[in-house]
């Protein structure tokens, strides 16, 4: 039983951060929060530094790639990163710790293989990833503007995914942003919509997923009760947690054999694992 474990860090405009690994190896997807911050989480869930191999970057917005000089340079962790994100991005990385990052070319790291594929967002080369060992997948499906094929059919691999969940249409349309803004969010290379999200949770769900981490939620366009309600009516079985903007979520132990519904649905809270 080859179990991997799931975290989100932090998921919102104030920064991104997931941690998906197995017992002795790991890695970060985006880089969003600062490096003692990222520092502090996962200590709070019991997770070391040194068992984190590379962060993946998905595109070169702040709230993505904020902590990444810090945190790779203190680390000396390697990063995977496409050359058209890189020149955007104004970073000033380790040259020697850049990686190439292309779409649809797997990375090994241990055990765990690494897939990024292109989408749909308003950033230079935007990529997807899937994180899997031989038994287990988990996507990262957020910043999306719109579903495209790449998300469908990675999507339906999954065993846990973290999908992007932005706002709710009513309370854009009615909030505060100016018009050119909300258009920006919701004109197909912005933000998923609760709405967009749970037409690809429900039309592309495999049989065997068994969490959602609902992600990158606005703080003024949507509310993590409205969106938890939506997708629990319709869940059938799948773990449904709202990734916050404010803190790290529990640990979650995610594992392709399905063993009972019941290890499933458990956090795995402090672990002394790593």
């Known amino acids: 039983m080859s179990s991997l474990y799931v975290t989100s860090l932090n998921s ?9 690994g197995n017992d002795e190896e790991a890695v970060l997807i985006d880089a969003g929060l600062s ?10 869930l019991g997770l070391a530094m040194k068992k984190v191999k590379a962060i993946f970057i998905s595109h070169e917005h702040g709230d993505h790639i904020r902590g990444l000089e ?11 990163i496409s050359s058209a994100t890189l020149l955007h991005s104004g970073l000033e990385l380790d040259p020697k710790l850049v990686r190439p990052l292309l779409a649809g070319t797997t990375i090994v790291m241990g055990a765990l293989l690494i897939n990024a594929f292109l989408k749909n967002h308003d950033a230079a080369d935007p990529h997807s990833f899937t994180v899997e060992n031989s038994e287990t997948c988990i996507g990262i499906f957020t910043d999306i503007g719109k579903v495209c094929d790449n998300v ?12 992007e ?3 709710d249409e009513v309370m854009l349309q009615n909030g505060r942003y100016p018009y050119h803004l909300k258009n920006r969010i919701r004109g197909g290379r912005g933000h998923l919509s609760n709405k967009e999200a749970l037409q690809l949770f429900l039309s592309c769900k495999p049989a065997h997923m068994s969490h959602l981490l ?32 404010y ?4 640990l979650y132990a995610v594992c392709g054999s399905k063993p009972p519904a019941a290890v499933l649905s458990q956090p795995m809270g402090q672990l002394a694992l790593f």
């Open 12 to 20: 919102g405009s104030n920064g991104n951060c997931y941690y998906i």
């Open 35 to 44: 490096c003692r911050e990222t520092e502090k989480r996962m200590h709070r």
């Open 70 to 80: 810090v945190l790779s340079r203190k680390h000396q962790l390697p990063v995977y």
């Open 152 to 163: 469908s059919t990675h999507f339906k691999r999954c065993h846990a995914a973290f999908l």
């Open 165 to 167: 969940a932005n706002y």
């Open 214 to 245: 609902l992600a990158h939620l606005s703080a003024d366009n949507n509310h993590p009760d409205l969106v938890r309600d939506l997708f629990m009516e319709q869940a059938n079985g799948t773990n449904i947690i709202v990734a916050s903007r």
């Open 247 to 250: 803190q790290e979520t529990p």
